[in-house]
């Protein structure tokens, strides 16, 4: 599906979700209780993901998870798809309650698990298959996680994020890029295109970036030159 958000509201086309079963040759608003998906979030839409078989949504005080749930990818504590929607408590590592500044979803099939951004410590807090080598090196973390787990890895001082198939890349307070995952295709950029890496690893090239995309089976960089 194709989504774009319009003053609070969101038009989608194509199908929305696991289990939705209809494509969508016209839009589809997602907003709130009197909404065409009804996500029962009043107010307007400030922050949201959708993926290509789930959508997840914010509206400043509360969140809402629908469609694909396999690995756990919503973090509503369990690991069954919702064809109606569920209402997240996300928490951050101290209990209290997780307010993003951003929901990041994976747009291919193959990643089952999604990301928040804490607003208020720039931290990183993902759900899902912990077996994608998608948590890297944090101890004692494997399986599927139905909550919200920190990725002390990619630390707090980091401007720029993407998940990919079984990799994700980042760039740091330095603007330099780091990967990690599978380097299956070579698409952590480190000479191997063999061997996985569970830390993260610094692409060596002269340059600095702004910007990072992973795709399915590579990434690229916007570089600051332009």
Request: charge should be negative; glycine fraction near 12%.
């Amino acid at each position: 599906k194709s989504c774009v958000l319009m003053s609070g509201e969101i038009e989608c086309v194509g199908l929305l979700y696991e289990g939705n079963g209809n494509n969508r040759q016209t839009h589809m608003t997602i907003q709130g209780m009197n909404s065409d998906l009804g996500m029962g979030l009043s107010g307007s839409i400030t922050v949201w993901g959708a993926g290509r078989q789930d959508f997840l949504a914010w509206n400043g005080t509360e969140a809402r998870a629908i469609g694909k749930n396999i690995a756990g990818e919503h973090g509503v504590g369990d690991f069954n798809n919702n064809k109606s929607p569920q209402n997240p408590n996300w928490q951050n590592t101290g209990g209290s309650a997780l307010i993003p500044s951003a929901i990041l979803v994976p747009g291919n099939t193959e990643r089952n698990n999604n990301c928040i951004v804490e607003a208020s410590t720039n931290k990183l807090f993902c759900m899902g298959d912990a077996a994608e080598d998608f948590y890297s090196d944090l101890s004692g973390i494997s399986g599927n996680q139905a909550s919200p787990v920190e990725m002390t890895h990619v630390g707090t001082t980091w401007k720029d994020f993407s998940m990919g198939n079984k990799s994700s890349c980042f760039i740091d307070a330095s603007n330099e890029v780091y990967c990690y995952g599978s380097d299956q295709y070579e698409r952590l950029g480190n000479g191997s295109g063999t061997s996985a890496s569970s830390t993260p690893v610094k692409i060596n090239i002269n340059k600095t970036f702004r910007k990072v995309a992973q795709g399915e089976s590579h990434a690229c960089a916007i570089t600051n030159d332009i």
